[in-house]
């Protein structure tokens, strides 16, 4: 089984004046991808240990149990899909030195909805058993889209009594996964600490609590601190995404420190498919 990085290059020619960094999918490897997706992207869902458990303990079929936690066609899924390969996008490329990496996915409490604050949050340890101004906290704001552009801009939310950056553009994932990475930046990552260190106990992982609650206070422990943004696109949009991207995006939100986009042919049919095999085949 192959790294899913492994299906994905840097691609420096892409609209080189954007600020964005493209990778881009292998398309002629789409196949090979998917049968490669199927173990890590269950594993994000439940490990190999607690889904033998779940079979010894209810009878059930493997499939089955599979199945349950996974969720519906739509957009959950797709934005589940997005997430999930942003995790392992980061892990193995963009923050390869990460020790501490929570898989919310296995958190939710309801496969209808979406993982609850910051997208994907991890962490480098640079000593697991002392604190240090070495340590860091990565935040990954993941946007997909399968599908085309719509024509509508942005409206003001009707309960907000100011203007946002998005108001009134056109809509654009690229711009949408920025300016939520920037909510991370501002609010949502710190939010996020509180809410994992709660699962956790819920779920008596004591060694995780512990590793985050080292992040709970960057007042008494200094770590540094990385947000990016990442919009997973189908290649046929990105020409559109790009021509609706605005000029002072990334000017306008500094907090943000790098801009993925990550265009994949067919990628409605891709992420279908993974989710359609992974019950009888991870």
Not at 47 to 66: C, H, M, Q, S, Y
Not at 89 to 97: E, G, K, M, R
Request: proline fraction near 6%.
């Amino acid at each position: 089984m192959a790294n899913l990085s492994d299906y994905f290059t840097l691609n420096k020619s892409l609209y080189p004046s954007s600020g964005l960094q493209f990778y881009v999918f292998d398309s002629t490897k789409e196949s090979a991808f998917i049968n490669d997706c199927l173990i890590p992207f269950r594993k994000a869902y439940i490990p190999d240990a607690d889904l033998n458990e779940r079979i010894k303990i209810f009878g059930g079929k493997r499939a089955d149990e599979i199945m349950e936690l996974l969720p519906d066609p739509g957009d959950v899924m797709s934005g589940d899909f997005g997430e999930i390969l942003t995790f392992y996008l980061a892990c193995q490329i963009w923050s390869p030195n990460v020790n501490v990496c929570p898989m919310k996915w296995r958190f939710k409490d309801k496969k209808k909805a979406p993982s609850h604050y910051t997208d994907i949050i991890l962490f480098e340890f640079a000593d697991l058993k002392n604190p240090s101004s070495n340590d860091a906290l990565f935040t990954y704001e993941v946007k997909t889209r399968s599908t085309k552009l719509g024509n509508k801009p942005y409206q003001k939310h009707t309960k907000k009594s100011f203007v946002t950056y998005k108001d009134g553009k056109d809509e654009c994932t690229i711009l949408e996964a920025v300016f939520d990475a920037n909510k991370d930046a501002i609010e949502r990552a710190a939010e996020t600490i509180p809410y994992l260190k709660i699962r956790c106990k819920d779920l008596k992982l004591v060694d995780l609590y512990n590793q985050i609650n080292r992040f709970s206070n960057p007042c008494v422990t200094t770590y540094r601190k990385e947000h990016n943004a990442v919009a997973i696109i189908d290649t046929s949009t990105i020409k559109e995404q790009i021509a609706r991207m605005p000029s002072d995006l990334l000017s306008a939100h500094p907090k943000v420190s790098n801009v993925y986009c990550v265009p994949i042919n067919n990628l409605k049919k891709i992420y279908q498919q993974v989710y359609h095999d992974m019950p009888n085949k991870a």
